[in-house]
């Protein structure tokens, strides 16, 4: 299945800039990057704000080679309600259930 970028920001991009990038993706959340490392995510309600703390990690992380089982299990279940894939601590890309769904169907 091709990754999808999905609504990720560099650490310490304006408010406004992360918002907009999770408006873009329709999410009310963001992935939060440290160059090419993952470091968690954040509402983007809270992004920027005062006391809003580090971002949360994300529960389940996947490597290129797990099954579209673990994926779909890993996005069903994620409060984000996707599945984010790492390699070598490299942030890859997401997969959402709807995406997975079209890999089996076709």
Do not use: C, N
């Not at 920001?9 to 939060?32: E, F, I, K, N, S």
């Not at 580090?54 to 080679?65: E, K, M, S, W, Y």
């Amino acid at each position: 299945v091709a990754l999808q970028p999905g609504p990720v920001v560099p650490v310490g991009v304006p408010t406004t800039q992360a918002r907009a990038v999770a408006a873009q993706h329709v999410m009310d959340w963001v992935a939060v990057l440290e160059g090419e490392r993952l470091l968690g995510w954040l509402w983007a309600d809270e992004y920027g704000q005062p006391g809003a703390g580090a971002p949360r990690p994300f529960r389940v992380l996947l490597r290129p080679g797990d099954s579209l089982k673990q994926a779909l299990d890993a996005a069903i279940t994620a409060r984000t309600g996707v599945g984010v894939v790492v390699e070598d601590g490299r942030y890859l890309g997401m997969l959402t259930a709807e995406m997975i769904g079209r890999q089996v169907t076709e």
